[in-house]
């Protein structure tokens, strides 16, 4: 018997996936198997499904292509990461994945369920099956419409000591009492660095979620990277958020992009970042600072408290003098490195200034979003796809704990790339 059972795990993923669809009478997913019979099984993998590519003939994975999958992957246990986001998967399939989650001695480490039907029911088990012995870092559920009910299970299962280090769960229809749930959960030991919570369902004007989300931060919780996109946070729920940001100790990245912060939500900011503050990357594309704010901003940036390295300030209706003040800041503070600008009013003294942070190496293209041309000695910048990037933090704590200095520079390297976020992560584990 022990002799049969070792033949069976060293069988070839691909065959056992298809004798597993013939026993379920499961039609064989064609892009299943070609990826299946592309993998070594033998070492640590990563099966990358997801769903959102243009081939000829793709089909994207339903809830049996899940069984099918996750009934062959029960017998493969050196899985360690799984993309499935964008197809076709609701609560059905789900449960087939909580499953693998609870198997013993699973080593996968990050799953990823970004944009597929998964509703409360499927949070349900999948939250269940964290609260067991599952080794998972990773859960990404953006885009699926857990609902209140769903949030409030995921935030039950924080509560209860486990593994995860992330948890996606933008566009995810949480309301009000999720929001609640989430930030008292992170008031007790946690072991979560980076939750996304953008584009809640909130209806109150009295952004009482930023008042929840502010007395969590001053609690030493574990949260090193917040996203809050698309919360219509406005310059009082600012005031409210820079509140707990001004006594706490972790947070290195804030995202606060698609929100309604002007000059004042910008002025709370920047006297947060004097004070001694951990944040590293904040993300503001998409608010209205204009003029003002990007001043309050620069100076910040210049004080000796601030350690900020990363800002975007994409889309704010800046014009020339809050542009120049950036550029300013960028000569003057030893930490930033990194700025986004397109969408504001790049006149040319704007042009002018930050080609020369171009020419002379303050900045280089990778860590902008703007590259200079000139036409008939007029100078103007044309846009550049660079982007803030997501995962920073997460990322590193997998650096750390990289074996090799040549791993860490591949996934330095990869790190600038924008669509590179989760290779790092699988390259080290
Ligand atoms: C966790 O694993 C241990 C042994 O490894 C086992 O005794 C226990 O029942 C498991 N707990 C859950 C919730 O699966
Ligand atoms: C939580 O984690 C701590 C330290 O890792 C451990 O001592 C404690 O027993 C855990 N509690 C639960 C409920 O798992
Ligand atoms: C919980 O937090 C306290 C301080 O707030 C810290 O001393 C302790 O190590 C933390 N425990 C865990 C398991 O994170
Ligand atoms: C959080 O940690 C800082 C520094 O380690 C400490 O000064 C502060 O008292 C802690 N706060 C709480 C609420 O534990
Ligand atoms: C942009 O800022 C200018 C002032 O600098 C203001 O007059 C204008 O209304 C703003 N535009 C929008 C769309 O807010």
């Known amino acids: 018997m022990a002799f049969l059972s070792t033949v069976m795990v060293a069988e070839p993923i691909s065959e056992c996936y298809k004798a597993i669809c013939e026993n379920e009478g499961i039609t064989i997913n064609s892009f299943v198997l070609e990826n299946?019979?592309?993998?070594?099984?033998?070492?640590?993998?990563?099966?990358?499904?997801?769903?959102?590519?243009?081939?000829?003939?793709?089909?994207?994975?339903?809830?049996?292509?899940?069984?099918?999958?996750?009934?062959?992957?029960?017998?493969?246990?050196?899985?360690?990461?799984?993309?499935?986001?964008?197809?076709?998967?609701?609560?059905?399939?789900?449960?087939?994945?909580?499953?693998?989650?609870?198997?013993?001695?699973?080593?996968?480490?990050?799953?990823?369920?970004?944009?597929?039907?998964?509703?409360?029911?499927?949070?349900?088990?999948?939250?269940?099956?964290?609260?067991?012995?599952?080794?998972?870092?990773?859960?990404?559920?953006?885009?699926?419409?857990?609902?209140?009910?769903?949030?409030?299970?995921?935030?039950?299962?924080?509560?209860?000591?486990?593994?995860?280090?992330?948890?996606?769960?933008?566009?995810?229809?949480?309301?009000?009492?999720?929001?609640?749930?989430?930030?008292?959960?992170?008031?007790?030991?946690?072991?979560l660095r980076s939750m996304d919570v953008s584009r809640a369902l909130l209806f109150s004007y009295l952004e009482e979620w930023a008042v929840h989300f502010s007395k969590m931060l001053p609690v030493n919780s574990s949260l090193v990277e917040l996203h809050l996109g698309k919360m219509g946070l406005t310059d009082t729920g600012m005031e409210r958020l820079s509140e707990g940001l001004k006594l706490n100790h972790r947070l290195r990245y804030l995202d606060l992009r698609c929100n309604r912060v002007s000059r004042d939500g910008a002025l709370h900011l920047s006297r947060v970042l004097k004070e001694n503050s951990?944040?590293?990357?904040?993300?503001?594309?998409?608010?209205?600072i204009e003029d003002p704010g990007a001043e309050y901003l620069s100076e910040a940036i210049c004080s000796k408290g601030s350690v900020l390295r990363e800002l975007s300030v994409c889309r704010n209706n800046i014009s020339t003098r809050g542009l120049l003040s950036l550029a300013g800041a960028l000569n003057n503070s030893p930490t930033l490195t990194h700025i986004y600008i397109w969408g504001n009013h790049l006149e040319e003294p704007v042009c002018q200034a930050f080609r020369e942070l171009l020419i002379t190496g303050r900045l280089t293209p990778e860590q902008s979003d703007v590259r200079p041309y000139e036409v008939d000695g007029h100078v103007f910048l044309a846009e550049l796809s660079h982007h803030l990037r997501k995962h920073l933090f997460f990322l590193d704590v997998n650096e750390k704990n990289a074996a090799s200095n040549s791993q860490k520079l591949k996934c330095l390297d990869l790190r600038n790339q924008v669509w590179g976020k989760f290779l790092c992560l699988f390259l080290i584990c």
Not at 68 to 97: F, P, Q, V
Not at 152 to 170: D, P, S, W, Y
């Open 36 to 191: 299946l019979e592309k993998t070594t099984t033998t070492r640590n993998f990563t099966l990358n499904l997801a769903g959102n590519r243009k081939q000829k003939g793709f089909q994207r994975l339903a809830d049996n292509d899940v069984l099918a999958l996750s009934k062959c992957l029960l017998n493969y246990r050196t899985l360690t990461g799984l993309d499935m986001g964008y197809n076709n998967i609701s609560d059905e399939g789900a449960a087939y994945l909580a499953k693998l989650l609870e198997a013993q001695d699973t080593m996968l480490r990050s799953l990823d369920l970004t944009f597929n039907n998964i509703q409360t029911n499927g949070a349900e088990v999948l939250a269940s099956s964290l609260q067991g012995n599952s080794s998972l870092l990773s859960l990404r559920l953006s885009g699926n419409k857990i609902g209140r009910h769903g949030g409030l299970n995921l935030a039950g299962m924080l509560r209860v000591n486990m593994t995860l280090q992330e948890l996606e769960l933008g566009e995810c229809d949480l309301e009000m009492q999720s929001m609640i749930g989430l930030s008292t959960a992170l008031k007790t030991n946690t072991t």
């Open 278 to 288: 951990p944040l590293e990357v904040i993300d503001l594309s998409s608010n209205r």
